[in-house]
């Protein structure tokens, strides 16, 4: 049974940053494409990056130039470095894999940005 488990969540004040971390375990196969999504109370789960196995990045527009994606086929694992954090960046974080139309998600990670 493919599962991954997202950790590295916190609580962060305005400005800071933190690193997600998402592994895999139970897969006999690299994920295409690995993302991280968010979904913030009340509203709905929202992309915030994606990288496929080649190493081409994609990024939400509220994210871009402060967050990097990165991924270690090796491992499948997938890692979402967050600067600048705004109040506005406070979800709940949860990773995704991707294998030839199928879609495998975490838990999430809760991240809240606060003063």
Not at 70 to 83: H, T, W
């Amino acid at each position: 049974q493919v599962q991954l488990v997202e950790s590295g969540g916190g609580l962060v004040q305005p400005g800071e940053s933190l690193r997600l971390s998402c592994a895999t375990s139970g897969s006999r196969f690299t994920f295409n494409n690995m993302s991280w999504y968010r979904q913030a109370p009340g509203k709905e789960r929202e992309f915030v990056a994606g990288i496929i196995s080649g190493g081409n990045k994609k990024y939400a527009d509220a994210v871009t130039g402060r967050f990097g994606i990165s991924r270690n086929n090796a491992k499948n694992s997938v890692y979402l470095q967050m600067n600048s954090l705004k109040p506005e960046d406070t979800a709940v974080y949860y990773c995704k894999g991707s294998y030839w139309g199928h879609d495998y998600w975490g838990q999430g990670t809760q991240v809240t940005v606060s003063s």
